[in-house]
């Protein structure tokens, strides 16, 4: 007799105030036998982690590396490890969650490990609990709306320079930029060329230790950024 597959969770355990994990998301932490966090390879930090034992002091949780590279020949080989280790856990019948920091659909690895553990086991459950993702929180933080009215706003990733929002700027009212920490100098150039710099608010660690919210963005010239770094851009500007 084959044992039925346990259930996957992706949890979103919210951008970093460890009050901003959802009741469902920790229901959930409580009643799997295991749980799966991801860290890089050189460090072994996880503030997905962190946040959970905040809610469940000692619990333990088994690392997933997830390595900080784009070589699909390095990458693919970790995330089939990585959906090995996890379906070892289901194939004992026993739930397991993957916890994520902020929504984990938002560029997290667990879509990386949903996509992985798909090919393998097509017909594994799958269920996602939804995080309060790093933006919600700036905005919420800054008093910034996103969107108003028939506004719309685009969500981008910064991670290789200002590009991203180059190409889109004609077409949106407000703009979201993710991951504004190593290509910080092309990004502030950007926003330089499209009259940006007084649109904009550079958000950092939010809800963490060390957060800061900068609203004269022109003060950051030349600066390097820390990795939980955001940007808020709105075309209209900041007045409420
Ligand atoms: C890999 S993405 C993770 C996004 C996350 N899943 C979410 O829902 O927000 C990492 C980027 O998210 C942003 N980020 C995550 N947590 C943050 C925080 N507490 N404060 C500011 N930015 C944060 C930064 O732009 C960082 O470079």
Redesign the pocket.
């Known amino acids: 007799m084959t044992t039925e597959l346990g259930t996957l969770y992706g949890v979103?355990v919210g951008?970093?105030d460890p009050d901003l994990i959802t009741v469902k998301g920790l229901k959930i932490l409580k009643s799997v036998s295991h749980i799966f966090a991801a860290s890089s390879p050189k460090n072994h930090y996880s503030l997905a982690r962190n946040i959970v034992s905040v809610h469940l002091p000692g619990v333990r949780m088994e690392h997933l590396s997830f390595p900080m590279t784009r070589d699909r020949s390095v990458l693919e080989p970790a995330w089939r490890e990585n959906a090995g280790r996890v379906l070892k856990v289901l194939e004992k019948g026993d739930d397991a969650a993957f916890v994520?920091?902020?929504?984990?659909m938002?560029?997290?690895?667990f879509s990386y490990l949903l996509r992985t553990i798909k090919s393998i086991a097509p017909d594994l459950k799958v269920v996602t609990i939804p995080?309060i993702?790093?933006?919600h929180?700036?905005a919420a933080l800054s008093n910034t709306p996103l969107a108003e009215g028939e506004e719309s706003f685009h969500l981008i990733s910064g991670a290789r320079g200002g590009d991203n929002l180059r190409k889109i700027i004609d077409t949106s009212e407000n703009v979201v930029m993710?991951?504004?920490?190593k290509h910080f100098d092309d990004i502030y150039r950007s926003l330089e060329e499209l009259g940006l710099l007084d649109c904009a608010i550079s958000?950092?660690?939010?809800?963490?230790q060390g957060q800061t919210t900068v609203r004269e963005v022109r003060s950051l010239k030349g600066q390097e950024m820390p990795?939980?770094?955001?940007l808020l851009i709105k075309k209209k500007g900041f007045h409420l």
């Not at 993710?178 to 920490?181: A, C, V």
């Not at 958000?203 to 963490?208: K, N, Q, T, V």
């Not at 990795?227 to 955001?230: C, G, I, K, T």
């Open positions: 979103g951008p970093g994520t920091l902020g929504d984990p938002t560029y997290s690895t995080g993702t790093s933006y929180a700036a993710l991951k504004t920490y958000i950092s660690r939010a809800g963490l990795y939980l770094s955001l």
